[in-house]
């Protein structure tokens, strides 16, 4: 449910940025491991439906977080393997911790049709 309403902002942010959203064709952002890409790419689907944002897409990007469990000290990279809910599971001894840097959403650039890109919104 966090992936709708997290593509539910960026829309509302690049539909009043200084960019005009009809000319925009693709939105790349970084998601942390608490995403979902299909998910993300799904709702920013069906959510552009009768917006300006109509026929953009938006590519998902990894974010490589890195935790250390303050548990036994194992240090990883988070994947989405790791999330359970809202924490993450040592993939060593299996100790939850909060999430921090993957609950992240960021919008790395957009794409105008026919032209560079154009950041920042």
Known sequence: MHDHVAVTALIDHLTRGSVPAEGIAEVRVRA???YSREALEQAYEMLVQDTPL???RLVVEPT????ACAACGNRWLVTPED???HVLLCPSCGVPSAIEHGAQLELVDVAVRGGPSALPC
């Open 83 to 85: 999330v359970a809910g």
């Open 32 to 34: 942390g491991a608490s």
């Open 64 to 67: 490589r977080d890195e935790h």
């Open 54 to 56: 109509e026929g953009s």
